[in-house]
């Protein structure tokens, strides 16, 4: 069974970076298109970033363009997002989630499976 473990999440201010991290065990990770979702309080869930499985393709929510940066490394089992120039309205719980043979879909209903999040606030 596969499992998703995020970490990094935390407390930073406005102007600030963070790296989440998400650690993948129980099937092969090369083969999964990876990505991140996020969840404010209130709000549905929405589209981060996604990679997919061959890392051909790369996308992102125009929010967040030129500020985040998704990226895997497939000998540590790995996806990170690299968060850059935070703001106030980044503050959610990031999820990532795997998607077999995924090609880096913006929809969470694609994937099937979930990591537990991580609380990222950013204060002004």
């Known amino acids: 069974q596969v499992q998703l473990v995020e970490s990094g999440g935390g407390l930073v201010q406005a102007g600030g970076s963070l790296r989440l991290s998400c650690s993948f065990s129980?099937?092969?990770?090369?083969?999964?298109?990876m990505g991140w979702f996020r969840q404010a309080p209130g709000k549905e869930r929405e589209f981060v970033a996604a990679?997919?499985?061959?890392?051909?393709?790369?996308r992102s929510a125009e929010s967040v363009k030129g500020r985040f940066t998704i990226s895997r490394d497939n000998a540590k089992n790995t996806v990170y997002l690299q968060m850059n120039n935070l703001k106030t309205e980044d503050t959610a719980v990031y999820y990532c989630?795997?998607?077999?043979?995924?090609?880096?879909?913006?929809?969470?209903?694609?994937?099937?499976?979930w990591g537990q999040g991580t609380q990222v606030t950013v204060s002004s």
């Open positions: 129980g099937g092969t990770f090369s083969r999964y298109g």
């Open positions: 990679r997919s499985w061959t890392g051909t393709y790369t």
């Open positions: 989630a795997a998607d077999l043979l995924g090609d880096g879909s913006r929809g969470a209903v694609n994937y099937d499976y």
